[in-house]
């Protein structure tokens, strides 16, 4: 898909979060379309063919 979308001159794609019902996600295949960001938390993801684990490395204050 993403190749798709890059042969294209698309910047990225949008979906439905699996995590948050009524979330979005972005895809970006490029930080151009990006302006202003704030930061509320990183996480960690394991992966081993498959998620393998999800955390909360830590919250991020405002």
């Known amino acids: 898909m993403a190749l798709g979308c890059a042969?294209?001159?698309e910047t990225g794609?949008?979906?439905r979060s699996v995590r948050k019902p009524g979330g979005?996600?972005?895809a970006l295949?490029?930080?151009k379309p990006i302006t202003s960001i704030i930061q509320?938390?990183?996480h960690q993801i394991i992966?081993?063919?498959g998620i393998v684990s999800i955390g909360?490395?830590?919250p991020v204050s405002k």
């Open 7 to 9: 042969s294209r001159g």
């Open 13 to 15: 794609v949008t979906y």
């Open 24 to 26: 979005i996600c972005w």
């Open 29 to 31: 295949l490029t930080p």
């Open 40 to 42: 509320t938390s990183l």
């Open 47 to 49: 992966w081993d063919k």
């Open 56 to 58: 909360l490395v830590t």
